[in-house]
């Protein structure tokens, strides 16, 4: 076990989030600013995803939640998505067959647009996981807030036609079960890559007490000490912090 885990797991001071979402940016700039393509980066994004999900399983985080492509990223060039797309496909099976870990999986966001090969594989891990014991790990896909919490409306609406719920019911509880996340703690901490300090419509309902780390690395240099100082970050100071 890595030693910064170990230096966490031992200090009884420390909480532990229960929930942990973060944005994966700064990919392609990380590339570009090494004279590779954008491309190059995102592939190299997969590295610490499967590094920090093995740690916060390590560390007893009851739910992890990667951004990892949002509604609005369709308008990047048809080369770009194309690539994500395909990459996101080999992820879902790789994430499949490391089940072993005991990780349940689940997508969350919309399957408008997305291919019916990534929309199987998402279908296929997500039910060969959801057994599993440990700790949840979101991939929002396709994600975004705004959407999300149309669709919630949209779902509410529908179930006071139906005569399913009254209407004088609807409450934060209520809503928070018509997302994506229901069921779900809120989120807790919020971590962001690459020195943008906003939250670019990510679980704008879940994050309303969340507490907001940034950093100005790009993703694909997000290490172990980085999820060090936003848990650490997250234990002593209130309101967000960039490093």
């Known amino acids: ?8 797991l031992a200090d009884k001071k420390i909480k532990i989030p229960k ?3 973060i944005v994966c940016d700064g990919n392609g700039r990380w590339a570009e600013m090494k004279g590779f393509p954008r491309t190059f980066g995102h592939k190299a994004g997969t590295k610490p995803i499967e590094n920090i999900t093995r740690a916060c399983s390590k560390l007893g985080v009851e739910v992890l939640t990667f951004y990892v492509f949002s509604t609005e990223n369709w308008n990047r060039s048809d080369q770009e998505v194309n690539f994500l797309m395909k990459l996101f496909t080999e992820f879902f099976i790789k994430l499949r067959n490391e089940a072993r870990r005991n990780i349940r999986v689940k997508h969350i966001g919309i399957t408008d647009n997305l291919s019916s090969e990534l929309i199987n594989e ?3 891990t997500e039910t060969s996981t959801e057994n599993n014991s440990g700790m949840l790990l979101n991939i929002a896909l396709n994600y975004g807030s705004r ?6 409306t949209k779902n509410i609406v529908h179930d006071i036609d139906m005569e399913n719920i009254n209407a ?28 943008e300090m906003r939250i670019s419509n990510f679980l704008l309902w879940q994050s309303a007490k969340a507490k907001l780390w940034f950093t100005k690395d790009f993703w694909p240099d997000f290490k172990y000490d980085h999820l060090e100082e936003a848990i650490k970050y997250y234990n002593k100071v209130k309101g967000c912090e960039i490093i």
Do not use: Q, W
């Not at 076990?1 to 966490?8: D, E």
């Not at 934060?172 to 809120?186: C, H, K, Q």
């Open 1 to 8: 076990m890595n030693s910064i885990i170990k230096n966490l």
């Open 19 to 21: 929930h942990i979402a």
């Open 122 to 124: 998402i279908k296929k």
């Open 147 to 152: 959407c999300e919490i149309v669709n919630a």
């Open 168 to 195: 004088d019911k609807i409450n934060e509880d209520l809503v928070s079960s018509y997302m994506f996340t229901s069921g779900l703690p809120d989120v807790d901490l919020i971590i962001r890559t690459s020195g």
